[in-house]
């Protein structure tokens, strides 16, 4: 390398003449490579390395982009070696003028390795086809194999069907012109980087290649693909792939899901042959994921990660494990009701859910479903759903749900990243899975014409499942019992801080959700339930209580009205309501409508339940004066966790007003605790439940969930702690022992005073007459940061504007006395928020627009 590229110390440049064993080349062939290796700069500190990194390309690149993981021994001082190769025929090694297959590369890379004396424990790391070839290496080296990492690379040889990309690459009309005679197979590589390559960046990329002889091995590599089953590689390929089914070295993979060349499909095949890999998928990062994202950081990480097992951290559980399906299974001769659907109307008595549930779970089995296949359900609450949930917690497989409430594209963005096997849905959702490309075996809730099923690309139906099933005449003793330790469900957060995360529970785990509300609730067999809360809807026949949903559009809260409401509570006499408060803002609005009876009926619920965001006292209190007979509870709890804590309206009037909103006492089998913050607002690693303190919110108990799905990034931030859930929300204990909430941890406000939590601002705008919500952000670099409101007014604004002076000036009094000083106050017509629940505050795109406005930029809406 005759020059310095931007991001590469000039030390770590080296040549190596490596003699072939290759059998494509003459006997006593050498051929010069070219590395970027730090071994000389751990010998010049006296350094002897735990371990070597084999990082190997991919097409059309270079050891230079591995330049990250060098970088990051360096600063870090991190006792590993990193030998970034430039592959032959690439990079700046020699051009060796034969056409190098994918079995001679794996070799190539041996000679490499043998030259360099590389006896210790090794790490393999590869991109694109580097991944493969790193494999290839891997098996041929068990004994040195420490560790597998691979960044969206394909091992797929069954139906392996070759990218659209490269499909055209490798045309024969245009893979000369497109990989050799032209830069053309360069610079489209280059332009899939997310964020846009920096032009010193593309240049460096684009150095080794610079005319037609040096990209010889661009167009090679390219035409080595092996996508037809007589190709010359193809054995190679599959060799690789198969044995790789044998490795049980940690393995960890991280994948850019905006990749057009190795889609996601390509890691769900992965996952299939190393399931006992970490996985993270960095939403909006593509194929060149190591320039898209820092993944030095994950991968020195994991390679000192403790793998000391979870379970020595597992908060007990409030009893015996009994499975989520006990209830059902109990109750095969009651014929009371089960389970009501308002619209249209249907009911099940648990004798014939139960019959349903084993019929489906017996058709699913007969097309193929087993124990650990994800089942991803896009149906609506109510009888289909239940009896989809039970029959899959039935078989073992995994349900996932992501519902419409995430919207188009992020529902989308959630069922790829799950990689379900089968997808079961209605009409609409099956035409999204049809032209969105979602995966899995389509399977739809109805029946329908011919023409439309092949157009829907259609396996089977609900119907036909139902009939295979009630042929053959399942019985409990045909299924399995599932593990209890094994997956159960995949549920996703409502995508109100950033991209909705998959959250992992076993069964267990959702056994211990009931339990807990069971116990906190008193929530027993014979209860009846309204679950106006999907993800409440699973739970009732767990419960072994009668469940109803209302009639409304449950991925939109607000359609909830009090009638609906009533009217589901009379279909099944309900004793108990689960809504979120977006649905009970919309039912005290529309009050007025309930005639007598139904007032009557709503006198009879004995407990009401509201989770999803914190409310307010007022709204608590006309709920109370709605359900007046009610014990009337609010939650506090989330996705990873549900619930947590739980007060009820008496004790939130005792609480009084203070710092944040007062969410109570933890709810049964559950611990809470508070990492506090630093002077940064960074949350510390130490659980204290010290009173007063304010500091991120952790959480401890037997209902928390496994893991994040495929986000092992996230996990290992969310675990640091042993034994504790960071849950990302900021709050502090009071002398009684209550929990307040106080905002999000990346809301806190960084100013010159110190962090500054949000909610108290918060509530104080909100009291000053002619206020609506609020959300207080922060604008202006880290450590200086000014605390903006944007907030609602009554009435409504019409356009987003600054205050009108009489109230801004009201704003800022009122601020001040939680000792936050205000810089602006702007109003808007309506504040965002999350899809699902319609009521948790978007601050972070709040911060993001205020910012544009306050800068001079043109006042729109956020």
């Known amino acids: ?124 790391v590869g991109h694109d086809w580097g991944g493969l070839i790193s494999l290839g290496w891997a098996l041929a080296h068990r004994e040195q194999l420490a560790n597998v990492v691979l960044t969206n690379t394909a091992v797929h040889p069954a139906g392996f069907e070759l990218p659209a990309a490269l499909r055209l690459a490798s045309h024969p009309a245009v893979h000369g012109w497109g990989t050799k005679s032209t830069d053309a197979f360069l610079r489209t590589t280059h332009s899939l980087a997310h964020p ?100 030095a950081t994950p991968v020195f990480d994991f390679l000192g990660h403790n793998t000391e097992s979870k ?33 249209p109307p249907r009911s099940l008595s648990w004798s014939q859910l139960g019959q349903r549930v084993n019929a489906l779970a017996g058709g699913l089995a007969g097309i193929g479903v087993k124990p650990g296949d994800r089942v991803n359900l896009l149906v609506p609450p109510g009888i289909e759903l239940t009896s989809l949930i039970y029959a899959c917690l039935r078989l073992g497989a995994v349900i996932v749900v992501a519902d419409a409430g995430l919207g188009t594209q992020g529902l989308g963005r959630a069922i790829r990243g799950a990689g379900p096997s089968y997808l079961i849905g209605i009409d609409r959702a099956l035409t999204g899975a049809r032209f969105l490309g979602w995966p899995g075996t389509r399977i739809a809730v109805e029946d329908m014409p011919s023409a439309k099923r092949k157009l829907l690309g259609v396996a089977h139906t609900i119907p036909e499942l139902l009939e295979a099933g009630n042929h053959a005449t399942p019985t409990l003793t045909d299924f399995t019992p599932a593990d209890p330790d094994a997956d159960a469900a995949v549920l996703f957060t409502s995508g109100s801080t950033g991209p909705a995360k998959g959250v992992v529970y076993t069964h267990r785990q959702l056994a211990a959700m009931r339990d807990t509300l069971r116990e906190t609730y008193d929530l027993k067999a014979g209860s009846a339930l309204v679950a106006g809360f999907a993800p409440f809807a699973l739970l009732g026949p767990a419960l072994g209580a009668t469940s109803v949903t209302p009639d ?55 407990l009401m339940l509201s989770a999803g965001a914190p409310i307010p006292e007022p709204l608590l209190a006309k709920v109370q004066h709605l359900v007046p007979n009610a014990r009337v509870h609010t939650p506090y709890g989330m996705t990873e966790a549900l619930p947590v804590t739980d007060i009820d309206l008496e004790s939130i009037r005792a609480a009084g007003s203070g710092n944040g909103v007062c969410v109570g006492t933890p709810v049964a089998g559950a611990q809470v605790a508070i990492a506090p913050l630093d002077a940064s607002g960074k949350a510390g690693d130490t659980p204290e439940t010290t009173p007063n303190l304010t500091g991120e919110i952790l959480v401890r108990a037997p209902h928390v969930k496994d893991r994040y799905d495929r986000l092992w990034i996230t996990e290992q931030l969310s675990t640091s702690i042993p034994g504790w859930h960071r849950t990302g929300d900021v709050g502090h204990l009071d002398d009684a022992g209550r929990l307040w909430v106080e905002g999000r941890l990346g809301h806190v406000l960084n100013t010159p005073t110190g962090p500054k939590t949000p909610v108290a601002a918060e509530q104080a705008a909100e009291s000053v007459t002619g206020a609506g919500r609020a959300a207080l952000v922060g604008v ?25 002076e009489a109230l801004a000036q009201a704003v800022r009094a009122a601020v001040a006395r939680t000792g936050t000083k205000v810089s602006a106050v702007m109003v808007v017509p309506v504040l965002p928020t999350d899809i699902r629940h319609n009521s948790k505050i978007d601050r972070a795109a709040l911060a993001a627009w205020a910012t544009t406005t306050l800068a001079g930029g043109r006042i729109r809406n956020p």
């Open 1 to 124: 390398m005759t020059e310095i590229f931007p991001g590469v110390d000039r030390r770590y440049s080296r040549r190596v003449q490596v003699p072939s064993t290759s059998v494509v080349d003459a006997p006593g062939t050498s051929h010069q490579w070219h590395l970027l290796d730090n071994d000389s700069e751990l010998r010049d500190q006296g350094i002897e390395p735990v371990g070597t990194l084999l990082c190997v390309h991919g097409n059309p690149t270079w050891s230079y982009l591995w330049r990250g993981l060098l970088n990051h021994v360096s600063a870090h001082e991190l006792p590993w070696r990193v030998v970034a190769v430039d592959q032959l025929d690439m990079g700046f090694s020699a051009r060796t003028g034969v056409f190098r297959r994918l079995a001679d590369r794996v070799n190539d890379l041996d000679d490499l390795t043998t030259t360099l004396g590389i006896t210790g424990p090794v790490t393999t």
């Open 196 to 295: 846009a390559l920096k032009p010193e960046v593309r240049k460096a990329f684009m150095a080794p290649y610079t005319n037609a002889n040096r990209r010889t091995g661009v167009g090679n590599f390219v035409a080595d693909i092996p996508f037809t089953e007589d190709h010359p590689s193809r054995p190679a390929l599959e060799a690789i792939a198969e044995g790789i089914k044998s490795l049980k070295v940690p393995a960890l993979l991280l994948w850019g899901p905006k990749d057009p060349v190795f889609s996601d499909r390509y890691l769900r095949d992965l996952v299939g042959r190393l399931p006992h890999a970490a996985v993270h998928r960095f939403e909006g990062a593509g194929h060149l994921l190591p320039e898209d994202r820092d993944i």
């Open 311 to 343: 379970t020595a951290h597992r908060a007990e559980a409030l009893a015996a494990y009994r499975p989520m399906l006990a209830e059902l299974d109990e109750r095969t001769e009651d014929d009371s009701t089960a389970v009501v659907d308002i619209n």
């Open 552 to 606: 409304m559009d449950v991925t939109a809260p607000r359609t909830l009205t009090a009638g609906a409401l009533a009217d589901a509570a009379a279909a099944v006499d309900a004793t108990t309501v689960f809504a979120s408060p977006a649905a009970l803002a919309n039912v005290l609005e529309t009050r007025d409508s309930l005639d007598a009876s139904q007032r009557l009926v709503l006198e009879g619920i004995s």
């Open 780 to 804: 202006g670099p880290t450590g200086t940061q000014a605390s903006v409101v944007v907030m609602e007014a009554v009435p409504p604004a019409r356009h987003a504007a600054p205050a009108p």
